[in-house]
């Protein structure tokens, strides 16, 4: 008896233990119905199929685009300095002092990246996609659209595509890769926020931005901005912060643009500028009414320069540009950046409203730096920040003259290589746009007053007629 009830208790705890194990780790169904194991999942709603289809979308081009971008170290001498901040020892050691993001170009070796990523360098070392770092050199650099190219020594390089950056819209997805905070190829994703932007104390002088709100961070400058189908629409190079990291304001300069200067610092080393000899103003509802038309989207001619390309096509004070080039104008420094990086002695159109009419006129584009050197007999660049600071002129803002051409009108009037123009005429410059308009709307005739910073001092000088 005694074992009879010790095995039917220990099959009773037995049952009561396999219970109390089914009530505690299997869901209630599967404990009553072994079978719903084998059920299949529901199938996923479409919201969830295009969710995916996106994801696809971005790592078919994060696998295109991440062996086209590299990561750029820029490299400095170690400097000692005293108490005023004079150098007493500039040492041979190389220190990193900043890091950039690029695009290679060809493969030959041409990479593209931002002017501010590479300056500044005593030395550059571009690191691949594939862990191999090369030593960089620099081909040429234009501070105005903050672009530069640099080159290296290498083979096996995968170029990247570049797109028509006139063809992207607002709304449409973009993906960003680079190296913020150092960290190697970083895919960023958002929209195109919008286009045409200018940046608001900006030291540039041509402006024609594609906002985004994709991540870029300090390390993105200079790494690309892509389509989904994996083509290049631009170069990351500026974000608006407070914090110093992104606030989904990141600025791309449109392809474009930074193909044509590219392409020219690859060939020239420099950016030849168009030049057509004319000042714009906003086209407001009374310079609409006073040209006897309906506001419509354009820019005023406010001057054109006697024998210049505008004037020799037939261009007037007073005529209403509405399209260049076949392509609507709406903005003033839109219109200046696009006949800027127009070459010089190729033709455009103009498409003009004159007494109520539309015309269209034919100009051929003449060179900005010849053009002002043949006037001025100098030539002017923006004063970058980290210049000026060089120099000893912080927080200064103006041009620095470049060249003074012996015997100019330039010679003529004291005006010398380094010097710092800060006024034309009593009126603060802030750029070489604001520098040329500023002359363009000048007395010519009795003489230019120039403030002039040279050595430390200030001073005037009158650019004679």
Known sequence: MFKRRSVQALLAAAAVTAGFAAHSFLPPAAASSPRTLERQPADPPPEVEHARSLSKAFRFVAKTAEPSVVHINALNRIVRRDFFGRIIEQGERLAPSGVGSGVVLSNDGYILTNNHVVAEADALKVRLFDGREFEARIIGRDRATDLAVIRIEADGLKPAVMADSDEIEVGDWVVAVGNPFGFDNTVTAGIVSAKGRALSGSERANEDFIQTD?????????????????????????????????????????????????????????????????????????????????????????????????????????????????????????????????????????????????????VKVGDREQAWMDSLGMTVETLAAQDAQRMGYRGVRGVVVQRVEPGSRAARSGIEARDVIVEVDRQQISDTDSFYRLLLESDDENGVRLSVLRGGESGWLVLEP
Do not use: C
């Open 214 to 362: 994709a991540p870029i961070n300090p390390g993105n400058s200079g790494g690309p901005l892509y389509d989904l189908d994996g083509r290049v629409i631009g170069i990351n190079s500026a974000i608006a912060t407070r914090s110093g990291g992104s606030v989904g304001l990141g600025f791309a300069i449109p392809s474009n643009i930074a193909r044509y200067v590219a392409d020219t610092l690859i060939k020239q080393g420099r950016v030849e500028r168009g030049y057509l000899g004319i000042d714009m103003a906003p086209l407001t509802p009374d310079l609409a009414a006073a040209a006897g038309i309906r506001p419509v989207e354009g820019v005023a001619v406010r001057t054109v320069i006697p024998d210049s390309p505008a004037e020799k096509a037939g261009l007037r004070s007073g005529d209403i540009l509405v399209r260049y080039q076949g392509r609507p104008v709406d903005q003033v420094y839109r219109t200046r950046t696009a006949i800027a990086l127009t070459p010089p002695e190729s033709e455009a159109t103009l498409d003009v409203i004159r007494d109520g009419k539309l015309q269209t006129l034919t």
